[in-house]
């Protein structure tokens, strides 16, 4: 299924989708195009709550519309509820260099990096966020707004209405005793915070307790059915394997994503050279630059330089230009790996490690951020723990194809019960038939905590090897 336009310009406003303004030339995949992948049970759940909210209009806001998580779940989601027959817009803001480098800052601040929180950076930030106070960027029609991650944090002081219900999502890697050791981020976050009607987290983990609003964990989620994880024939895969020059006979290796300081990019490289010692194989770096992540470029260009005398290195900068060509490439690269490695060191759910689970791929990544509630030690993939650790499970993966195909079996089959759109999208409306139908406020539940996912305890999430002649668990 392809889009009328391959890549959405947003329109002056910021509208990137909105079937008010005709601007929905995204293509929507339709509930009964998911039926041979969820159980019928998960389907009637949607569409009765949907139900409950056909009056209901939201809009969604975030900072980009190209490259990373939240923007790639949006352009299946919006269309998606809309095709449920609720009104739901998606809007972006927009910023100077100096505001997104910023709002990087803070980001990574969030994430626990050791940084000062400079009062320059509240004047950057505030300068532009004021830039929308009286804006019409929400029709005052709207009644729900979904506000994605610090960068437009402070649009529900400048923009909310009476009656309207705004939510802030946090997408990214975040603790309570991050802000507790940061007391001034810790109180420009509750000066923003404060305006919102409620909060939603990945996981139970990320939860700000201080906060006084009620709280939602919610995962994140992937469209099976999207340009990026549907299945492809092997001549596409060796199309895009033949333009970047990669043979598929040599073992494969692979870490797809941003390139970012948190993804752990070192170590994965580090880990390949150990395997590269013992045998033939081969290693793919792929990714891209979100456009309000400034520090993409910076750190692309550090990896080329560093890895430019290793041919065997294929370090890929895959062009957003197209956005659905970008995603048949990330598709098709995934695809022709043998094992996926995803070993961030601060992450706040890792999509990308859902979709190598989704396409039968063994992963490695590292036990930190939400990952745990994706890899299931010896069952749906491996922690990393060291390159050398690492590198012994990356060359029991490729020695024994068949113990690697069980691990992706299993992997694939955890994220069928658990991170698929259609599913995670019943989630959040529940969510907001609370908020809204049974009038869920910050008097009535400014300290509760509502998980629409197993609230598992991470530490005891481990279990022995299926593998016992794994030398990588011994």
């Known amino acids: 299924m392809k889009d009328p336009l391959r890549n959405t310009t947003p329109l002056p406003d910021g509208t990137v989708y909105s079937k008010k303004r005709n601007a929905d030339s995204i293509s929507v995949t339709s509930l009964k195009e998911y039926s041979h992948i969820l159980n019928p049970r998960k389907i009637e759940r949607l569409l009765e709550v949907s139900g409950r909210l056909k009056d209901v209009k939201i809009v969604d806001i975030n900072a980009t519309a190209t490259g990373g998580g939240v923007a790639e779940m949006l352009y299946s989601a919006v269309p998606f509820i809309n095709e449920l027959g609720i009104e739901n817009d998606w809007k972006i803001i927009s910023g100077s260099q100096e505001y997104f480098e910023c709002t990087k800052s803070i980001h990574n601040m969030l994430q626990g990096m050791e940084m000062a929180f400079q009062p320059d950076m509240v004047k950057t930030y505030c300068s532009a966020m004021d830039t929308y106070s009286g804006s019409a960027l929400i029709d005052s029609d709207t009644d729900l707004v979904i506000v994605h991650d610090p960068q437009p944090a402070a649009l529900g002081y400048h923009l909310k209405k009476p ?19 940061n007391p001034s981020l810790r109180d420009f976050m509750k000066n923003w915070l404060e305006h919102y009607d409620a909060a939603i987290f990945t996981a139970a983990h990320y939860v700000i307790t201080q906060w006084s609003l009620p709280k939602f964990i919610i995962p994140p989620f992937i469209d099976p059915l999207s340009e990026k994880n549907r299945e492809l024939s092997q001549e596409e895969i060796n199309k895009v394997l033949e333009r970047y020059g990669i043979d598929r006979r040599i073992p494969i290796i692979a870490q797809i994503g941003r390139f970012d300081p948190w993804k752990g990019l070192d170590r994965t490289i580090a880990a390949y050279r150990l395997v590269r010692k013992e045998k033939k194989c081969q290693l793919i770096l792929a990714g ?25 290195i294929h370090v890929l900068n895959l062009s957003l230009v197209d956005r659905l060509a970008n995603w048949k490439e990330v598709n098709a690269l995934q695809r022709a790996a043998d094992v996926i490695i995803q070993p961030s060191t601060r992450e706040g759910f890792g999509l990308v490690i859902t979709e190598a689970l989704w396409k039968g791929k063994p992963v490695i990544a590292d036990e930190v951020g939400a990952i745990p509630l994706q890899i299931r030690e010896g069952d749906t993939g491996f922690f990393y723990r060291s390159p050398r650790e690492a590198a012994q499970t990356l060359s029991y993966l490729l020695d024994k194809p068949d113990a690697a195909k069980v691990i992706g079996e299993s992997g694939k089959q955890y994220v069928a019960e658990h991170f698929l759109m259609p599913d995670r999208i019943a989630d959040w409306l529940m969510a907001i038939d609370m908020l809204i139908n049974a009038k869920l406020d910050n008097q009535s539940c400014a300290n509760c905590i509502i998980s629409f996912h197993p609230w598992y305890k991470l530490s005891k999430r481990r279990s022995a090897s299926i593998f016992p002649g794994c030398t990588a668990n011994q």
């Open 288 to 312: 891209g630059f979100a456009s309000d992540d400034p520090e993409g470029e910076r750190i692309f260009t550090r990896i080329c330089e560093e890895t430019k005398d290793d041919s065997d």
């Open 163 to 181: 009656g309207q219900t705004w939510v802030w999502r946090c997408h990214i890697d975040i603790e309570e005793e991050v802000l507790d050791g």
